[in-house]
T-cell receptor
Framework: NAGVTQTPKFQVLKTGQSMTLQCAQD?????MSWYRQDPGMGLRLIHY???????DQGEVPNGYNVSRSTTEDFPLRLLSAAPSQTSVYFC????????????FGPGTRLTVT | GENVEQHPSTLSVQEGDSAVIKCTYS??????FPWYKQELGKGPQLIID?????GEKKDQRIAVTLNKTAKHFSLHITETQPEDSAVYFC????????????FGDGTTLTVKP
């Protein structure tokens, strides 16, 4: 099993550009989520999904969109990048929600200039 | 919503000493408390977790204690080794909102050889 994979590993965007961060898992997990990690702060939940076709907002959803068309994939879209979105983004999955171990991907480091 | 506070933010110990990291939570309904270790450039990885029906759990050199009355839980690492150096995060989740978990801000542990 590859576990949770994320692409790209690094990305630089200009203000106003859009892009999609990819996330995939091969563990047949129902639950997937996106977090951002900023220096000195914990992981903040952006969006999550409890199964294919179902998504919901987390703590900091503004400026991001998600969709879950398959169990395996959970892409995160930045609609119009802003410098405040400079961060490290982690995708995670678990068997069923946050009451079980979450498996994290290696992260995407995004810089918006 | 849930608020998780983690202390200290940095901790430095000599190899062989013990390390203790503490977290407090605000929502008495929270019932799952995982601890994650994040090494440099990687995603967080679960090291131990505890549920609210248990007061203590141990796995080799790592232990977690939970005090539901006081709403705090702690991570204990004994006989620390240089490879224990990392950032440690606590988190809290509850049954009635299993799509979301709240993370502490992290503790950077340095073990000096």
């Amino acid at each position: 099993n590859a576990g949770v994979t994320q692409t790209p590993k690094f990305q630089v965007l200009k203000t106003g550009q859009s892009m999609t961060l990819q996330c995939a898992q091969d563990m047949n997990h129902e639950y997937m989520s996106w977090y951002r990690q900023d220096p000195g702060m914990g992981l903040r939940l952006i969006h999550y999904s409890v199964g294919a076709g179902i998504t919901d907002q987390g703590e900091v959803p503004n400026g991001y969109n998600v969709s879950r068309s398959t169990t395996e994939d959970f892409p995160l879209r930045l609609l119009s990048a802003a410098p405040s979105q400079t961060s490290v983004y982690f995708c995670a999955s678990s068997l069923s929600g946050t009451l079980y171990e979450q498996y994290f991907g290696p992260g995407t480091r995004l810089t918006v200039t | 919503g849930e608020n998780v506070e983690q202390h200290p933010s940095t901790l430095s110990v000599q190899e062989g000493d013990s390390a203790v990291i503490k977290c407090t939570y605000s929502d008495s309904a929270s019932n799952y408390f995982p601890w994650y270790k994040q090494e440099l450039g990687k995603g967080p990885q679960l090291i131990i977790d505890i549920r609210s029906n248990v007061g203590e759990k141990k796995d080799q050199r790592i232990a977690v204690t939970l005090n539901k009355t006081a709403k705090h839980f702690s991570l204990h690492i004994t006989e620390t080794q240089p490879e224990d150096s990392a950032v440690y995060f606590c988190a809290a989740s509850k049954n009635t909102n299993a799509g979301k978990s709240t993370f502490g801000d992290g503790t950077t542990l340095t073990v000096k050889p």
